[in-house]
């Protein structure tokens, strides 16, 4: 009788993370809301080459305050792609406006994931003061370092 061959296991798949990709604080004239309103953003991306929907993260311009923002779970990323969220101070789920605003004069803004019932920090970005239509953004897109960027690219790829 033949015996069964083991099970291997190579280790679990990582689940893809977003991560806060370009903020911009003082939003005078680069991309309009589509309410027409040039509220200011924070831009999302997504490095895996699947959607990934954001029920379960929330953002939070206070760090003690976790969960002041949870996304919905209609909200997605494309497959290597961006997503464009509005700080207007108010939540609208249809507009991807959220209930707090950022400053210009710079400040910390954190996505979080609720895991076991906690919400876990998956990334952080604090910025200094913003001059208008300037963005503080990864670079190389999705990347690990940061620069101060004169030309915004708000739902595209960073240089």
């Known amino acids: 009788m033949p015996m069964p061959l083991p099970l291997l296991l190579l280790g679990a798949c990582a689940a893809p993370t977003p991560l806060i990709n370009e903020i911009m604080a003082d939003n005078a004239s680069t991309?309009?809301?589509?309410?027409?309103?040039?509220a200011d953003w924070i831009?999302?991306?997504?490095?895996?080459?699947?959607?990934?929907?954001?029920?379960?993260?929330?953002l939070s311009d206070t760090p003690d305050d976790p969960s002041l923002s949870p996304l919905p779970a209609s909200w997605a990323i494309p497959a290597d792609g961006h997503?464009?969220?509005?700080?207007?101070?108010t939540a609208d789920e249809d507009a991807f406006s959220l209930p707090f605003k950022i400053s210009a004069d710079g400040e910390?803004?954190?996505?979080?994931?609720?895991?076991?019932?906690?919400?876990?920090?998956?990334?952080?970005?604090?910025?200094g003061p913003q001059d208008p239509d300037t963005s503080v953004a990864r670079s190389p897109d999705c990347g690990d370092g940061w620069v101060r960027s004169e030309s915004p690219t708000p739902s595209?790829?960073?240089p």
């Open 31 to 38: 991309v309009a809301d589509i309410t027409g309103d040039w």
């Open 43 to 58: 831009e999302l991306c997504n490095p895996d080459a699947l959607p990934l929907a954001l029920g379960g993260y929330a």
């Open 83 to 89: 997503l464009l969220l509005w700080a207007t101070g």
């Open 108 to 127: 910390t803004v954190g996505l979080f994931l609720e895991e076991d019932g906690a919400m876990v920090e998956i990334d952080r970005v604090t910025f």
């Open 156 to 158: 595209a790829p960073n």
